[in-house]
């Protein structure tokens, strides 16, 4: 193989690896955290505020919402809670932001 070949080989293998890092899902733990309605947090105790960014490209999709309700909900796990309550997207400076409230709620 020669220099050239091996090059554009590991450029691919690096670039593979780092389009995996992009797409990869959200962990079976945070998958267990429910979206809840404000109204529903009534009968659930409050845990902490959690927050979640994403790179704003010019278009807001259903991907990236998506991606901010799976980032939110990671946060939320990482506090122990079982749901969360989130705000409307906002749009910040190269990002969009989305915050809202962790809470645990009985079962």
Not at 49 to 67: A, E, L, P, W
């Amino acid at each position: 193989m020669n220099t050239q070949s091996f090059k554009i080989c590991s450029l691919l293998i690096a670039c593979s690896f780092a389009l995996g890092a992009c797409v990869s899902g959200p962990s079976p733990e945070s998958m267990r955290v429910k979206l809840l309605s404000p109204d529903q947090a009534s009968m659930c105790r409050d845990v902490g505020n959690i927050q979640s960014r994403s790179v704003y490209y010019g278009v807001f999709t259903d991907t990236t919402k998506d991606k901010l309700s799976d980032l939110a909900k990671e946060s939320a796990n990482r506090l122990g809670a079982t749901h969360v309550v989130l705000q409307d997207p906002v749009l910040g400076d190269n990002e969009i932001i989305q915050n809202g409230k962790a809470y645990i709620c009985p079962q």
